[in-house]
């Protein structure tokens, strides 16, 4: 039954990062054919913007060891984004060498995973960070900010509201056209998520150009989610079956399942443009690949079986 509730947006566009978040922390290396068929599986499911890859150096993420292979296999439709991750420059001459259109680039809030993510101060990756985003825009790439830990940091705890800001901030203003606020492990709730969003549009970052990125650590990703569709955000970050998590931090489990965010704002009124049954499908099979369940919810309550 769909109910709506008034403060929230007509539609969402849903980013789906499956198969670059939820896929990077899986140790069975998945196929590149079986990669390509959970990206055409995800489009024919009504997914329109599907991050599918990083260029990191093979070494630190060996799932994405083959970034370019699996991108010369895609049939890429014109009418659909394709995404990717780059790291630095090297990473960026890679994704032009094979014809990327957008890119994301990934930063910290915070100075320990900074230093356990990228090996170098949050100062020295918004250093490193300039010349890639500078260029890519120069070649016409959409270029999107990661920003992490801006909920908390297990690490460092709690993370200042300020200091996520001027993080994110200043990734914006090398020229990024979306930035996605990340609370990478989970421990967010409604009123931090309200906060940050309030924060970062009084710094001039408006909701049109955010977006958020939660995982479900603490069951509170779906929560967060609502606040912040309430505080005006209309892009969110899910990956499908809820696989994911980070190698940078144990803590961090699994990324909001796409099944879970449709079949909330199905009930909500809101449109996705997802077909549910399709995308529930796509996950149980991607979960035969990786040989266990799901860990979405609504994959779980519409799989068939006991």
Known sequence: MRVPLEGLPE?????????????????????????????DRLADAGLRTIETTSFVHPQWVPQLADAGELLNTLSRSPHLRYPVLVPNERGLDRALDHGVAEIAVFASATETFARRNLN????????????????????????????????????????????????????????????????????????????????MVAAGVGTDRLAVHFHDTYGQ???NTLAALRAGVTTVDASAGGIGGCPYAESATGNLATEDLVWMLDGLGVETGVDLAKLAATSRWMAGRLGRPSPSRVVQALSPGD
Do not use: H
């Open 11 to 39: 539609r969402v566009t849903i980013y789906e990062v499956g198969p670059r978040d939820g896929l990077q922390n899986e140790k069975a290396i998945v196929p590149v054919a079986d990669k390509a068929e959970f990206v």
């Open 120 to 199: 170098r101060t949050v100062e020295e990756s918004l250093a490193m960070f300039a010349p890639v985003v500078e260029r890519a825009r120069a070649e016409g790439l959409w270029v999107r900010a990661y920003v992490s830990m801006v909920c908390g940091d297990p690490w460092e705890g709690d993370v200042p509201i300020e200091q996520v800001v001027s993080v994110a901030t200043r990734m914006m203003d090398m020229g990024c056209s979306q930035l996605s606020l990340g609370d990478t492990i989970g421990v967010g709730t409604p009123g931090q998520v309200t906060a940050l969003i309030e924060a």
């Open 221 to 223: 990703a779906l929560a």
